[in-house]
């Protein structure tokens, strides 16, 4: 069954502006992984938050956990055009897989 | 050098037929998977392989089998093709070890087209 969930299902935004996206999940978590996959390619991990960790940088990425409400966030920053993506968020549920949302597609606009 | 490569990637073939799709990982990873990605970008785990052991079978019809010759390869071979098998289907590896996945790395994924 799908774990995570992520919101919004597309985003469409300005250069240099930041997009946010949400993931949310329904069981108790080791870690919480994003991903971004470009379009026909395979995916590429980004940043991994543990469940003892409330927020994680990594370059532009910004990514916050609360294991409360059950839910992630991931921030990208100064967005490019190469930001241009399918990003997805999966969970570690101490289950021997990560189980993935159906994304949240970003275009980035010139 | 591909850290995971898998071969084809592309399959168009006609329902009822037979298919494999290989996948190697040179990063020295004991645990391997196959994803599917449907048309809506939905990726749902098929199976698990740590050190050549099946993990997870995640419900998959017995039509697809998976075999892990060693802990580099693992390869997904179809029976009688429907065309609801069409998606793209993924091998990933990972360094997790027991119920830890850890970071996946993924191959560029495989789309198989049932006519």
């Known amino acids: 069954s799908q774990q995570g969930e992520e919101d919004p299902q597309a985003l469409s935004i300005q250069e240099g502006e930041n997009a946010t996206m949400n993931c949310s999940y329904k069981?108790?978590?080791?870690?919480l992984q994003w991903y971004r996959q470009n379009s026909g390619r395979g995916l590429v991990h980004l940043i991994l938050?543990?469940?003892?960790?409330r927020e994680k940088h990594s370059g532009r990425l910004r990514v916050t956990l609360d294991t409360s409400k059950k839910s992630s966030s991931l921030l990208i920053t100064a967005s490019r055009a190469a930001d241009t993506a399918s990003y997805f968020c999966?969970?570690?549920?101490?289950?021997?897989?990560?189980?993935f949302g159906a994304g949240t597609t970003v275009t980035v606009r010139a | 050098d591909t850290a995971v490569s898998q071969t084809p990637k592309y399959l168009v073939t006609q329902m009822g037929n037979d298919k494999s799709i290989k996948c190697e990982q040179n990063?020295?990873?004991?645990?391997m998977y196959w994803y599917k990605q449907d048309s809506k970008k939905f990726l749902k785990i098929m199976f698990s392989?740590?050190?050549?052991?099946?993990?997870i079978n995640e419900t998959v019809p017995n039509r697809f089998s998976p075999k892990s010759p060693d802990k580099a390869h693992l390869n997904l071979h179809i029976n009688s093709l429907e065309l609801g098998d069409s998606a793209v289907y993924f091998c990933?590896?990972?360094?997790?070890?027991?119920?830890?996945?850890?970071?996946?790395?993924f191959g560029e994924g495989s789309r198989l087209t049932v006519l």
């Open positions: 990933a590896s990972s360094p997790g070890t027991g119920s830890w996945s850890g970071e996946l790395f």
């Open positions: 069981t108790s978590i080791n870690n």
């Open positions: 938050i543990r469940s003892n960790e």
């Open positions: 999966a969970t570690d549920a101490y289950d021997y897989k990560l189980s």
């Open positions: 990063l020295g990873h004991d645990t």
């Open positions: 392989y740590n050190n050549k052991e099946l993990i």
